[in-house]
């Protein structure tokens, strides 16, 4: 063959190639038709969810487990659950999974990670542009427009935090088959501009436990209103529901695992799956809304709320809502880590059964901002009506249809999403050019020291930049200047709240919480910088004190000024020697 002819060839084999008609997916009209079944009325199936695709090599929910999500019956624990996401893995290269971290019972907490094949394979250089989008001290402007040209919406869905609210580790799964597999426009379109995240279980001690309860009781009962306990007595190792109250100390494994996913990808938008309120609340709030959150973010919060009621409007679906449940102040909710670092933070509240029975549920006294769930409002165009069969399946169309439209809106604004996140880095970096107080001093001398430097690592642990002055008058203390990405989280931790006594609604959760305060450590509230950079030093450690005991001596004096450490000394000292005996005394009378 001349070097013509192998042109020639090439060229028909090219043609060839592209008058091949695209062969149009198969669908599993089995899952489709279940779907149907296990949708109590029509009013509740959503256009978005009702194609199932039919993957010759990616198993569906129905192929692995044998019964679709939202069947009536079944409900899955985490190793079933993570063993599906595993399958999913190994068969497609769109997902990853990775383990964060470990619960207080061992058990692991794991991140899904999905998109097209060529993000995922880059995945690392998608995070490094949004770790340098976060920081604009190191990032001017034209660099910063270069990153949001070529960046994506990183969007993270987090799964199970309450584990009474069943539905959403079961609709993840749904979820991540069908962002896997179906090459529709929207799905694609998805894929081609967004990293979705998921954690599908962030609470995995208490939703093995509260499966187990299930399976073993509440699934035998048919009235919802039985008096039965429809959750285990107890499901968090040491915290209960309020594992999302957490988000200020950040002392268990599920709040250290949705900080590390939030400081590894800066996810332009966080969504917390909840369930309580029929038949779907999207977070926006009623206010008074905390003065420290951007203005940006709040926009943020309506804009994207008003796009997902505008999609399930289209779709037909009722009783979507926003603005009457919740306040949008205290900043301690696990999802708030992206409120309170220049993403958006958000939650939905769909209706679940704490199982996967059906029952009829009476809506009829439910209110919420002091309107019936049932009454028509400016911000509930098409109101539930009073009586509702509902079923898991229900919980599952609406969680999913809200999320896909979520997920829409990330890819159709990728730029904007990513400008914003710059945006409000920028405006925290210029806090103190505008505000009265520039910096705030932890002195070295403290009545308390071990909780001044428990304070310095708290703040730490919110990304919080902390210096410490190293030499002159002011030696050894701590400096938190407020020109830096989180200036105004740092505002906000160490400064009163005023919480409006005119507020039209009593405040959802606490009022107030000056970390300061709360510790009883002396912060100085200062209106100039009063340091340059080459007299301090970054903190990049965990900050200790330690004290000592001085001197050869049988009896020692320890000087009490309530310092919040004294008992565990005093155990100490037992256990250092079992003849140690202590003694208050005022030392004035001696
Ligand atoms: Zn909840």
Do not use: C
């Given at each position: 063959m001349n070097k013509k002819s192998i042109l020639l060839h090439t060229f028909c084999l090219v043609v060839l190639v592209n008058i091949l008609p695209l062969k149009a997916q198969e669908r599993d009209l089995t899952y489709e038709e279940q779907i149907k079944?296990?949708?109590?009325?029509?009013?509740?199936?959503?256009?978005?969810?009702?194609?199932?695709?039919?993957?010759?090599?990616?198993?569906?929910?129905?192929?692995?487990?044998?019964?679709?999500?939202?069947?009536p019956g079944v409900m899955h624990n985490t190793s079933e659950i993570y063993g599906y996401y595993q399958a999913l893995a190994a068969a497609s290269d769109r997902l990853m999974i990775q383990q964060m971290g470990t619960s207080e019972e061992g058990r692991a907490i794991h991140?899904?990670?999905?998109?097209?094949?060529?993000?995922?394979?880059?995945?690392?250089?998608?995070?490094?542009?949004?770790?340098?989008?976060a920081d604009p001290r190191k990032t001017p402007s034209d660099r910063a427009e270069e990153l949001i040209k070529n960046g994506k919406s990183v969007y993270y869905l987090n799964g199970g935090m309450h584990s009474t609210e069943m539905g959403s580790p079961e609709m993840l799964m749904e979820l991540a088959y069908r962002l896997l597999t179906d090459d529709s426009e929207a799905i694609k379109h998805i894929r081609e501009n967004v990293i979705v995240l998921i954690n599908p279980v962030s609470e995995p001690d208490g939703r093995d436990k509260q499966v187990d309860w299930y399976h073993r009781y509440t699934k035998f009962r048919s009235e919802w209103d039985d008096g039965f306990p429809r959750s285990t007595p107890y499901w968090g190792k040491y915290v209960f529901h309020d594992n999302n109250r957490d988000g200020l100390q950040i002392t268990q494994a599920i709040t250290k695992n949705i900080f590390k996913i939030y400081y590894h990808w800066h996810p332009n938008v966080m969504l917390d799956l909840h369930e309580s309120v029929p038949l779907l609340y999207i977070s926006t709030g009623t206010g008074p809304y905390n003065e420290n959150v951007d203005p940006i973010t709040v926009g943020e919060w309506q804009t994207i709320a008003n796009y997902e009621m505008t999609s399930l409007a289209a779709q037909g679906?009722?009783?979507?809502?926003?603005?009457?449940?919740?306040?949008?102040?205290?900043?301690g909710y696990g999802v708030w880590v992206a409120n309170t670092h220049n993403s958006v933070g958000r939650f939905y509240e769909t209706f679940g059964n704490a199982g996967a029975n059906t029952y009829l549920r009476d809506l009829t006294k439910s209110k919420y901002a002091g309107d019936n769930v049932t009454s028509r409002e400016w911000y509930r165009p098409d109101p539930a009506s009073g009586m509702v069969n509902w079923s898991a399946r229900n919980n599952t169309n609406y969680m999913q249809a809200g999320v896909l439209a979520s997920l829409t809106y990330a890819a159709d604004n990728r730029e904007g999403l990513l400008k914003n996140f710059y945006q409000k880095g920028v405006n925290n970096t210029r806090f103190a050019e505008k505000n009265k107080i520039?910096?705030?001093?932890?002195?070295?001398?403290?009545?308390?020291?071990?909780?001044?430097?428990?304070?310095?690592?708290?703040?730490?642990?919110?990304?919080?930049e902390v210096h410490q002055v190293l030499e002159g008058e002011a030696v050894g203390s701590y400096l938190i200047k407020l020109d830096q990405p989180y200036s105004k989280l740092a505002y906000d931790l160490l400064t009163e709240q005023n919480y409006p006594k005119?507020?039209?609604?009593?405040?959802?959760?606490?009022?107030?919480?000056?970390?300061?305060?709360?510790y009883g450590v002396d912060v100085e509230k200062n209106e100039a910088f009063t340091h340059s950079p080459a007299e301090l030093e970054l903190i990049t450690e965990e900050v200790r004190y330690e004290a000592k005991a001085t001197g050869e001596a049988t009896n020692y004096v320890l000087d009490y000024n309530a310092q919040?450490?004294?008992?565990?000394?005093?155990?100490?000292?037992?256990?250092?020697?079992k003849n140690a005996k202590a003694y208050t005394s005022d030392l004035s009378l001696l």
């Open positions: 079944a296990f949708t109590t009325d029509e009013r509740f199936y959503p256009a978005s969810i009702a194609q199932i695709i039919d993957h010759p090599t990616i198993p569906s929910p129905l192929k692995h487990f044998g019964t679709i999500i939202g069947a991140l899904v990670m999905i998109s097209n094949e060529t993000t995922l394979a880059n995945a690392d250089s998608y995070k490094a542009m949004l770790a340098e989008l679906l009722p009783g979507v809502f926003h603005w009457a449940f919740y306040d949008g102040w205290w900043p520039k910096q705030f001093t932890i002195p070295a001398a403290q009545r308390d020291p071990s909780m001044a430097a428990y304070l310095v690592n708290q703040l730490r642990a919110q990304g919080i005119e507020a039209k609604f009593p405040p959802y959760d606490a009022i107030a919480w000056t970390l300061s305060m709360l919040s450490k004294t008992l565990s000394a005093l155990y100490a000292l037992k256990q250092y020697s």
